[in-house]
């Protein structure tokens, strides 16, 4: 039987990024005490922790989800891939937003992911956003929900123009649909007034099993 092994190039990217969160997560203690300083003097309301937020998170661009998170395997090339966030399709110069309130951490150059720009949320949990250009932040530079970091473009990338999106939280990887605010939901930005992403409230909880299906 064929056997089946990671490609390379795709497998080595990740790890760099695996080990870029570890040591993130070794050099937090400072950091979060700036980012809760900053968050008071923004009047930013404490309780709005991003550990609340799975489903709820706002797309960091718009575009279609070409490659989605998890390990696939490829019989053509005999190859196991294992895409560590999602790959959402957008034209060059699309605008790439920050989810949540954070202090940027990294902004390096990944072989493979390309320019990389890594937000820390506190909580333990970090984004990260790569194959982009012309980056609007500077390293550890407080950034507030929605904000525009940088643009798609093709850095980094063999597929053309894209955005790849991680969400880790507990040095953990996570599947960021879980956490991003269902597509349907999204829909209604366009029918009612901007949602208040930089101060966010609380909200009653929304039951998506239960919620009535509307059309996609």
């Known amino acids: 039987t064929d056997m089946f092994v990671s490609a390379p190039g795709v497998a080595k990217a990740a790890d760099e990024m695996r080990d870029l969160i570890e040591t993130l997560e070794k050099e937090k203690a400072l950091r979060l005490a700036e980012l809760e300083k900053l968050r008071q003097e923004k009047k930013i309301i404490s ?5 609340n937020m799975k489903g ?4 960091p661009i718009e575009g279609n989800i070409i490659s989605k998170f998890g390990t696939f395997q490829n019989p053509n090339l005999k190859t196991i891939t294992e895409n560590t966030g999602i790959d959402i399709k ?3 110069g699309t605008e790439v937003r920050s989810v949540f309130d954070g202090i940027v951490t990294t902004i390096t150059y990944i072989r493979g992911y390309g320019n990389t720009v890594i937000l820390d949320h506190g909580s333990n949990f970090y984004t990260v956003y790569t194959h982009v250009s012309d980056v609007e932040v500077e390293e550890n530079s407080y950034v507030e929900a929605r904000q525009v970091i940088a643009y798609v473009s093709d850095s980094g990338s063999l597929e053309g123009s894209k955005l790849h999106f991680e969400i880790w939280g507990n040095r953990e990887k996570l599947n960021p649909e879980l956490w991003l605010l269902k597509k349907w939901l999204k829909s209604l930005d366009k029918i009612a007034p901007p949602w208040p992403w930089s101060i966010i409230l609380p909200e009653p909880k929304l039951n ?5 299906k509307l059309p996609t």
């Not at 709820?56 to 797309?59: A, Q, V, Y």
């Not at 998506?208 to 009535?212: G, H, R």
């Open 56 to 59: 709820k998170l706002p797309w």
């Open 47 to 51: 309780e709005t922790e991003i550990t």
């Open 90 to 92: 957008a034209k060059d």
């Open 208 to 212: 998506i099993e239960t919620s009535p």
